[in-house]
T-cell receptor, first 116, second 113 residues
Framework: GAGVSQSPSNKVTEKGKDVELRCDPI?????LYWYRQSLGQGLEFLIY????????KSGLPSDRFSAERTGGSVSTLTIQRTQQEDSAVYLC??????????????FGPGTRLTVL | RKEVEQDPGPFNVPEGATVAFNCTYS??????FFWYRQDCRKEPKLLMS???SGNEDGRFTAQLNRASQYISLLIRDSKLSDSATYLC??????????????FGAGTRLAVHP
């Protein structure tokens, strides 16, 4: 079956512009996660959704970052007034549910964001 | 102190070698543990979960020491295709929590002919 898909695969933007990143989870997965990976760094948790609600937004780096999920499926991560330090690969993952410790998270290919 | 710490490597080993990676985590209440593999410019993929009793999957053996808050991954008979970055991953989920993953920065393995 289809895996997690993300779009765009690459995004180059100018400092100060807003960007929107999209994630399509695996069909039937109720949990969705956003991470980012800066060059040479580990993955940093940003936010997760169980259904349409986001119980934990603690990883969002600033109020310029927001995310939403509608219909329990597609999610968008929006970064307003982008800064150069926002440059990273933004990875989305989904799992069957968020309630079990050993539910595998499946990752999408990521969106590589470059802020000039 | 980082929540999950790994030696970044790189580990350069010949084919057929045995190599071991270690990882420590800071949250003693952590509930579940994993090794993920990430190829260059690709997304991470689950390699194996790590259970308290230790577990083996073919050439790969994972061990957990809760007392020392230490996780290991052993790869026997290394193949060229094992070259990748290995991410130590911890789920600090406690009662009523959820499936949040904390990633180490990864250990790079390069297997050469």
């Amino acid at each position: 079956g289809a895996g997690v898909s993300q779009s765009p695969s690459n995004k180059v933007t100018e400092k100060g512009k807003d960007v929107e990143l999209r994630c399509d989870p695996i069909s039937g997965h109720t949990a969705l996660y956003w991470y980012r990976q800066s060059l040479g760094q580990g993955l940093e948790f940003l936010i997760y959704f169980q259904g349409n609600s986001a119980p934990d937004k603690s990883g969002l780096p600033s109020d310029r970052f927001s995310a939403e999920r509608t219909g329990g499926s597609v999610s968008t991560l929006t970064i307003q007034r982008t800064q150069q330090e926002d440059s990273a690969v933004y990875l989305c993952a989904s799992s069957f549910t968020a309630d079990s410790s050993y539910n595998e998270q499946f990752f999408g290919p990521g969106t590589r964001l470059t802020v000039l | 102190r980082k929540e999950v710490e790994q030696d970044p490597g790189p580990f350069n080993v010949p084919e057929g070698a045995t190599v071991a990676f270690n990882c420590t985590y800071s949250n003693s209440a952590s509930q579940s543990f994993f090794w993920y593999r990430q190829d260059c410019r690709k997304e991470p993929k689950l390699l194996m979960s790590v259970y308290s009793s230790g577990n083996e999957d073919g050439r790969f053996t994972a061990q957990l020491n809760r007392a020392s808050q230490y996780i290991s991954l052993l790869i026997r008979d290394s193949k060229l295709s094992d070259s990748a970055t290995y991410l130590c991953v911890v789920n600090p989920r406690g009662s009523g929590g959820y499936n949040k993953l904390i990633f180490g920065a990864g250990t790079r393995l390069a297997v050469h002919p």
